[in-house]
């Protein structure tokens, strides 16, 4: 009995804060977390620079363009420098070679840590709660 009970509590837990989440996001739909975009982003399919900026700004402002239940993500997760690292990563995974190699694997230690509990490992995110980071192009562009 202990053990299901273990194995049921984090469910529990998880399922607490999603709907919490979910009944404030509905409440607060006037309200913004974030300033809005003023710059339209239409990269070439094959412009790495203009992807990178798109994650840096992505990541230091926010987003909420996909309206997805888990609500909006955050801005300021990481440092404007932590984000070019995480961009130099993110372009790897959508078949680019990096502005700054030099900078994938410490990208990555970053992305493993602050990014995949919502995007997961792999940068495929969970169906209809967060977005999928590998899409070509990546959804937004």
């Not at 273990?6 to 913004?32: C, D, M, Q, W």
């Not at 926010?62 to 070019?84: L, N, Q, R």
């Not at 700054?100 to 493993?112: A, T």
Request: glycine content about 8%; hydrophobic content about 35%; aromatic content about 12%.
């Amino acid at each position: 009995m202990k053990r299901l009970l273990l194995l049921l509590l984090p469910i529990a837990l998880f399922l607490v804060g999603y709907f919490a989440n979910r009944h404030e996001a509905s409440h607060e739909k006037t309200k913004t977390h974030q300033k809005p975009s003023q710059h339209t982003w239409h990269c070439a399919a094959d412009d790495v620079r203009c992807f990178e900026k798109y994650v840096v700004h992505v990541i230091d402002e926010g987003s909420d363009i996909f309206h997805y239940p888990s609500g909006p993500m955050p801005p300021h997760t990481v440092s404007h420098t932590e984000a070019k690292k995480i961009a130099a990563f993110m372009a790897t995974l959508q078949g680019f070679r990096p502005t700054h190699p030099e900078w994938v694997q410490e990208g990555r230690y970053l992305f493993y840590g602050n990014c995949t509990g919502c995007h997961g490992p792999n940068g495929k995110g969970q169906k209809g709660y967060f977005p999928d980071l590998t899409r070509h192009p990546l959804a937004g562009l």
